[in-house]
């Protein structure tokens, strides 16, 4: 199995370019099933969970032609089936975002239920609750979602969401805009990656509005024809970058990102010491002393981001005094602590809170990541400890993370993967 090998203690300097975002992605390649035409989406990110969409998007007859520059044509128009199979759906929870728009488009589809997951139970019933509420008739049958609309397929209706979720509000979105008449979608997830899908629909011909809001409203149409998209870019990947930036210190430049989708991470870094100015698509982080510890209290867009916490208790952990973390998104999303305080960590764990109080130094140590940002977290932790850190089981951070040690070893630090 694949591990990073990381020696700290070198700051980091210099410029990257920030990748497109891969919760933007996934739900975008998810709803070019619903175009009669071929599509264009450029920045699409190379990383793992978009390798296995392209997988599933392949097993039902979808076709792909590569281009320069991350940029991929989808062809849709031929579906030959409509399931996700178990074997990919376990992989990657998202591959539940393709139940939207099969059942939109074709009238039908099968999804394996995801099962259990490293931070949390994360059920799915509100998907369902939502597809139900335009008509759709959910069974679950041998470990599978199976729905199916009446004739005259979705009607449009009223969702309302008891708990903001995220990929809830984008599949009942790609299933709303081909049901008839208009769906209002009430408690809906503000997150950019939402409002950028929803953007992707109208350009193919959808009549989505309050974007950006917790209210959506769609108007149904008929048919969505081919476009030209570009991916927004990953705010989590450049809150990564920035948080490890104030941690070892050093001038850092990133490219290709809007800084405006990352304001609440901005501030807490800056109330941690950082320099931070920003341009219309670029941020610059200048970092010159040890961090100050912050408090951080995760909550739904434009709340602080869940998968910025393990990150920010990186930080954290080697800040001058104490700080505390609440996860309030996932029930069981503290993985990383045990594996931060085998690297010397001082953390104590109250139900959802992780009390963290910082250690002058970090020693590094073999660590194994247990889900995609808690991986992050501990490369971060690792560019700082004294020593070499081993992180091992890193398939999670390649599900998010494109070139992620190519990319630090470019800004200077001593990053390199190790094979089998
Ligand atoms: C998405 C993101 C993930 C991020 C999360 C929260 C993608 C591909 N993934 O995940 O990176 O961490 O948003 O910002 O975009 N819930 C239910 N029933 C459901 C669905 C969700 O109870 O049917 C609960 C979850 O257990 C969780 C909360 O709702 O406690 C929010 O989860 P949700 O926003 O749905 O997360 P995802 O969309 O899976």
Known sequence: ????????????????????????ALPILAATILAEEPVTVSNVPHLRDVTTTFELLGSMGIRFTFNENNSIEIDASDITNCSAPYELVRTMRASILVLGPLLARYGQAQVSLPGGCAIGARPVDLHIRAMQALGAKV????????????????????????IVSVTGTENILMAAVLAKGQSIIKNAACEPEVSDLANFLNKMGAKISGIGTDTLIVDGVTSLSGCEYNILPDRIEAGTFLAAVAMTGGHVRLKQMRPNILSGCISKLCSAGADIITGEDWIEITMQQRPRAVNVSTAPYPGFPTDMQAQMMALNIIAEGTGTISENVFENRFMHVQEMKRMGAKIELHGNTAICHGVERLTGAP???????????????????????????IYHIDRGYECIEEKFASLGARIHRLGD
């Open 1 to 24: 199995m694949e591990r990073l090998s990381i020696k700290g203690g070198m700051p980091l300097n210099g410029e990257i370019k920030i990748s497109g975002a891969k919760n933007a």
């Open 367 to 393: 660590v194994m990541a247990t889900d995609l940002r808690a991986s992050a977290s501990l490369v971060l932790a690792g560019l700082v400890a004294e020593g070499e850190t081993l992180v091992d089981r």
């Open 139 to 162: 069974v679950i049958e041998e470990g599978y979602i199976k729905a199916s609309t009446p004739k005259g397929g979705l009607k449009g209706g009223k969702v309302f969401f008891d």
